[in-house]
């Protein structure tokens, strides 16, 4: 347990080294909020305008939502694991008495925690400029709801870009081109990042809410919210648990089969 | 006149080198293309379901607003098919291998800039070219609203190249390139939607200081007839300042790369 | 003879961020960085005769390579005077560049996923050569690093030593007049490191080119340089012929003797340093003030059936030299 320790104070400290590469991906983080915020800023400028179910107070916590639950569940070292399988650094931590995997999940929270420490700071001064409607979440079992829905929405994740890096064990140059597929076009459409998920028409948003993406950012912030709730609650924990359960073994086993593939090429 | 033609040729031969490169991985082309039109796809459905649900954005119709969003995809291709090179230039100065590009007797701001543009972006600017004109031809422009939105977007396009230099500039101050171009393709991407749907002071910064506006929402503005013959001649104005800024600029790192590095 | 470099008074300083290790260091440079002012060259000067051949030699960070990137017109001087070919390097004009080349051991200008001949026909634009010139400065060089069968092969799928010597090829293209080359057989094996120094003397014998070498491999500088200069904490402390760096620096001789009986062999140690013992050879070190005393006691004292006066191999000066302890420091 010690070294995991260690892992995360080293990586906590990486952040800061590599200082400038964090802020700015704060920065990033801030100027997508400050899009998506005036896009619908306009869109519910006239009063008492109701679209597809929001109104301005609601879509404004939405996306204010996002800033935090963006910032625990999308802020991920393990992003670097394609290119240690590609360029063939895995082995420097094949040969040490570690699991890989732990390995990038310690790194993970380490950022994460870092992460949500400045996003907190956005967030109060975002809100203090802009002053947009917020809701807090007072409800004590609706927040706990929610602590899963993000524990969740976090090992989807990571089992998602783990089964991602894998890629690079039979194809070395498709590593960056899958991830951009995958983890920047997809996940950014389908999770919830720039639209709600519920203002789809039924049929898409059925479609949609049966893949592993709006697990990652729509789910918790809607059960933040406290807009699913009952029935709905259950049955979304039941599919985000099949996904992240199904994920997690697909990772193990597309893995297994990798490392086989990486040691008998000797890369 | 000599210059042109010793420089085309280099661009010739560098951009058939990582055209080369990229044809030689099939398999990854058609990821990045299909990661590509998806993104594109999904974003237009995305605005044209929103749009309609609210009658407009900002005052802007559909159409006007599906032409904005083809605009800023014009301008960013664009660049990213000439600029590629940009978003390689950071192991180059890491591994010091930049050295061996300056000991050349070729400019190094337009090898770093310029050298070998995207073969993924070649195959989607002949589609965003025409649908960006059907949907322009939408609007019946004149002639002259015609001239001024081309002239625009070649504006637009020379505040992007400044942008990219000055990216490169940094680069090689802080090593650091991979974010910053991303930040600048954040704040373009502010350019997705008309810039008026921005309150100030925002809507002015983006317009005059980091001139979003002037590199994408003025062109497709100029199309649909909304902007004055004065407002052409201060966005040149800008475009001109920006890139004989992103020069100094340059200069000026490279300055301090023969000062500072060992 | 006309000088093709001459340097004078060179000062380089250089201003570099320390950081501090820990959280806490991380965080405090964050916000006050501490500068440091690194003095890399501190008045060097020296100058180079047309088609000489010069090695570089001095410790790690004893501004070697500093003053190739100078010379080369990559780094700005602080202070002083630097002209190569009666050009000022860092004005970088096209007509200095395509006279000079620059290589670097581990630094790439090949196009990693093409075959070298892409990499050549770059540069043959770049340089502007025409067709002839070309093609018989490629048929040259690929006859002399023995590369034909290499250069339509991927970058990628070349050893270290053939993708050094596609290198240098693509450096050595434009035939420049003055050659940098620093640390050209770092990570090689000994067949490439050999093939590579012969490459190097044929080509200032062949071309009249005017070469600096740096290198921390011994053979390099036995082998190719006649005229070294030693440079430590950005200073030149000797500049001449590669044997007098011998005598000037080595402070002691070496007496090597074959002795006929082992008697009283523990008094040995009282004539000087003993180096090897290995009856019936033995070689004691000798301070060179005190080698001809040295040598008449041990020839008085001792059965001495043979024995001859050396100087230290040039190998050890050269390696003190590298470490950076031969100036009585």
């Known amino acids: 347990m010690n070294k995991y320790f260690q892992i995360f104070k080293i990586s906590f400290q990486e952040e800061f080294t590599y200082k400038i590469n964090f802020v700015m991906w704060r920065v990033r983080n801030v100027f997508q909020i400050i899009v998506t915020y005036y896009l619908w800023d306009t869109i519910f400028s006239a009063p008492g305008r109701e679209v597809f179910g929001y109104d301005r107070a609601k879509i404004m916590t939405y996306i204010f939502t996002l800033i935090i639950v963006r910032s625990i569940v999308l802020s991920a070292r393990a992003v670097d694991v394609s290119s240690d399988v590609a360029e063939g650094n895995l082995s420097n931590y094949l040969i040490r008495p570690m699991s890989y995997f732990k390995y990038w999940f310690t790194r993970d929270i380490a950022s994460k925690v870092l992460n949500l420490f400045f996003a907190a700071g956005e967030f109060a001064i975002l809100f203090v400029i802009l002053k947009p409607p917020f809701f807090f979440q007072t409800n004590i079992y609706v927040f706990l709801s929610f602590l899963m829905a993000i524990v969740l929405a976090i090992l989807i994740y990571f089992s998602l870009l783990f089964i991602i890096s894998a890629v690079p064990f039979w194809a070395p140059e498709l590593g960056w081109g899958s991830q951009f597929l995958v983890i920047i076009v997809m996940l950014e459409f389908l999770s919830g990042a720039v639209f709600p998920i519920d203002i789809l028409p039924g049929v898409y948003q059925k479609i949609v809410m049966s893949l592993p993406f709006p697990y990652m950012i729509f789910f918790p912030v809607q059960v933040y919210l406290g807009k699913i709730t009952g029935m709905s609650l259950i049955q979304g924990f039941v599919i985000s648990i099949a996904w992240a359960v199904a994920l997690y073994l697909a990772m193990r086993y597309v893995w297994s089969r990798g490392l086989k593939e990486y040691q008998a090429f000797g890369r | ?262 | 003879m006309d000088r093709a470099i001459i340097v004078d008074h060179l000062v380089k300083n250089f201003e570099v961020i320390q950081k501090e290790p820990g959280l806490t260091g991380a965080v405090k440079s964050l916000f006050s960085p501490t500068k440091k002012q690194v003095h890399a060259l501190r008045g060097v000067s020296f100058s180079i005769q047309t088609g000489e051949l010069v090695g570089f030699i001095g410790p790690n960070g004893a501004g070697k390579t500093t003053t190739l990137k100078t010379l080369s017109g990559l780094l700005y001087p602080t202070s002083g005077f630097v002209s190569v070919m009666e050009y000022d390097p860092w004005e970088r004009k096209p007509e200095f560049l395509k006279q000079i080349a620059l290589v670097m051991g581990q630094k790439n200008q090949l196009w990693w996923d093409l075959p070298a001949i892409e990499t050549f026909e770059l540069n043959r634009a770049i340089y502007e050569l025409n067709t002839r010139e070309y093609e018989d400065n490629l048929k040259e060089l690929v006859e002399l690093l023995e590369i034909g069968k290499l250069i339509n092969i991927p970058v990628r799928k070349l050893s270290l030593g053939q993708r050094m010597r596609m290198e240098l090829t693509a450096a050595l293209l434009h035939k420049p007049k003055v050659l940098f080359l620093d640390e050209p057989t770092i990570g090689l094996d000994l067949v490439a490191q050999q093939k590579m120094r012969d490459f190097i003397y044929e080509y200032n014998r062949k071309y009249q080119a005017t070469i600096i070498l740096t290198s921390h491999n011994m053979d390099d500088l036995v082998d190719l340089a006649r005229r070294v200069i030693v440079v430590d904490e950005g200073k030149i402390l000797f500049d001449g012929a590669l044997e007098e760096l011998v005598e000037k620096f080595a402070k002691e001789k070496i007496i090597k003797a074959t002795l006929a009986k082992s008697d009283g062999i523990v008094d040995l140690e009282k004539i000087g340093k003993v180096r090897k013992l290995a009856f019936p050879e033995v070689v004691i070190s000798v301070p060179r003030n005190a080698i001809a005393v040295a040598a008449a006691e041990l020839l008085q004292n001792f059965a001495v059936d043979d024995l001859t006066i050396e100087e230290i191999p040039i190998e050890d000066v050269i390696r003190k030299v590298f470490k950076g302890g031969i100036f009585g420091k």
């Open chain 2, 1 to 262: 006149m000599k210059k042109l033609k010793y420089y085309s040729k280099i661009w010739w031969l560098l951009t058939r080198n990582s055209f080369s490169i990229v044809l030689g991985q099939r398999v990854a082309l058609l990821f990045f293309l299909t990661g590509k039109v998806l993104r594109f796809s999904l974003f237009i459905g995305f605005l044209y379901f929103l749009i309609q649900g609210t009658n407009g954005l900002a005052g802007y119709s559909g159409n006007q607003a599906i032409f904005f969003f083809l605009v800023f995809n014009l301008v960013d291709v664009l660049s990213q098919f000439f600029f590629r090179e940009v978003y390689r230039f950071r192991p180059k100065i890491i591994s010091g291998d930049f050295d061996l590009t300056l000991v050349k007797p070729t400019n190094a701001l337009f090898v770093s800039l310029l050298g070998g543009a995207d073969a993924i972006d070649f195959f989607t600017i002949p589609p965003l070219i025409i649908a960006t004109w059907y949907a322009g031809s939408l609007f019946h422009p004149s002639i002259l609203s015609t001239l001024y939105f081309v002239l625009l977007i070649v504006n637009g396009f020379l505040i992007a190249a400044a942008f990219h230099i000055a990216v490169l500039a940094m680069g090689i101050i802080t090593l650091e390139i991979d974010h910053t171009i991303m930040i600048y393709r954040d704040l373009t991407s502010f350019g997705r939607f008309p810039v008026d749907i921005y309150k100030q002071p925002v809507q002015g910064l983006l317009t005059y200081l980091i001139p979003v506006g002037i590199m994408i929402t003025f062109p497709a503005k100029a199309l649909m007839g909304l902007v004055s013959g004065g407002g052409i001649l201060i966005s040149m104005f800008i475009g001109v300042l920006a890139l004989f800024l992103s020069f100094r600029f340059w200069n000026y790192a490279l300055k301090k790369y023969a000062s500072a590095s060992s």
